[in-house]
C-alpha cells in the first residue's frame, strides 16, 4: 500500500507563493481575462492544476470572495463542463473527475446552448458561451506527491535458442560455374544477332552480284548474272565502244543522245 511521507520542511497548512489555502487545497486567482478554453489551458500548463471544483457551500464562498478580493466582484470561469443535453444539470461534471455533489444553479439555469459555466456576481452557478473572456480561478491538493513504501523489481530473463544443421543432410546448390542468368540471356541475345548478321551479308553480296555493270558480255554488253567477272572481257567491251564527239552533235537534241550513249550500260 503506499503511504505518503511529509518532507522536511513542509507544513501542511502552506501554498506556494501566490495561492491561497483551503481546507487540503490551494487556490490561485488568475487575474488575465481568458476565455474559457485558455483559462483551463493556464491552469493545467502553467500551474498544474484545473480549473475549480466546489464541494460545498464553504468552498464557494471562498472562491467567491477571492473573485472579489480587489473590491469588485467578477464573474470567474469554474470547472464545469457539458457535452449534450446541457438542460439537464445532471449531465453537467466537474473538469478534475470529482463527484458532482454540490448544486448552485441560478433559477432557470443551466441552458441547453450553453457549455460552459461560471460563479456569477451572485454566487451562483450559470451556465454561459465558452467564448466569453473572465478571470478564472485554479484549484490543486497541498498534499505532498512524494510517496514510499512501493517497490517494484522488474526481472527480464532473455533466452537464447541454439539450432544445430547436419550439414550432410542438406543438398548442395546447383553449380553455375561462374555464369548467371543474365549472361546466358546475353550469350543467346549475340549468337542470334551474329546469324542474323550473316544472313544480311550472304543476301547483299548476292543482290550486288546481280546489279554489278562488270559482268557484261563482250560483244553485246547484256548482263550474264551467272558469269564471273572477266576483266580482259570487259576492257575488250570498253575498248569496242565507240563516243561521238561534241563537234559532231551541234544541236541539243544530239547533245543529249551523244550523253545518254556515253554512258555504260
Not at 507544513?11 to 490551494?26: E, I, P, Q, V, Y
Not at 473573485?67 to 463542463?81: K, N, P, R, S, Y
Not at 506527491?145 to 542438406?170: E, F, L, P
Request: net charge neutral; aromatic share 10%.
Amino acid at each position: 500500500m503506499a503511504s505518503f511521507r511529509v518532507t522536511p520542511g513542509f507544513r501542511a497548512d502552506a501554498c506556494d507563493s501566490g495561492w491561497k489555502l483551503h481546507g487540503n487545497h490551494c487556490y490561485y486567482l488568475v487575474t488575465p481575462f481568458l476565455y474559457r478554453g485558455g483559462a483551463q489551458q493556464q491552469c493545467q500548463y502553467q500551474h498544474a492544476a484545473h480549473l475549480t471544483s466546489i464541494h460545498s457551500e464553504e468552498e464557494q464562498d471562498f472562491i467567491f470572495a477571492m473573485l472579489g478580493a480587489d473590491g469588485t466582484q467578477h464573474d470567474g470561469w469554474i470547472g464545469l463542463e457539458c457535452r449534450v443535453g446541457c438542460d439537464n444539470a445532471a449531465n453537467w461534471f466537474w473538469e478534475d473527475g470529482s463527484p458532482m455533489n454540490l448544486s448552485a444553479w441560478k433559477k432557470n439555469e443551466p441552458r441547453e446552448s450553453q457549455v460552459c459555466a461560471m460563479l456569477d456576481m451572485t454566487g451562483q452557478w450559470k451556465s454561459t458561451e465558452c467564448r466569453n473572456a473572465k478571470v478564472s480561478v485554479c484549484k490543486k491538493s497541498n498534499l505532498p506527491t512524494t510517496t514510499t513504501g512501493i517497490s517494484t523489481t522488474k526481472t527480464t530473463t532473455t533466452s537464447t535458442a541454439t539450432t544445430t544443421v547436419d550439414v550432410s543432410s542438406v543438398s548442395p546448390l546447383p553449380a553455375t560455374h561462374g555464369i548467371s542468368s543474365t549472361g546466358v540471356y546475353i550469350a543467346i541475345a549475340s549468337v542470334g544477332l551474329i546469324f542474323l548478321g550473316l544472313i544480311t551479308v550472304i543476301a547483299c553480296g548476292k543482290s550486288k552480284t546481280r546489279s554489278n555493270p562488270n559482268l557484261l558480255d563482250p560483244e553485246t554488253g547484256d548482263h550474264e548474272p551467272d558469269r564471273p567477272f572477266d576483266a580482259a572481257n570487259y576492257v575488250a567491251y570498253v575498248g569496242k565502244r565507240t563516243i561521238p564527239k561534241p563537234e559532231d552533235m551541234p544541236s541539243f537534241k544530239k547533245f543529249y543522245r551523244w550523253i545518254s550513249e556515253s554512258k555504260l550500260r
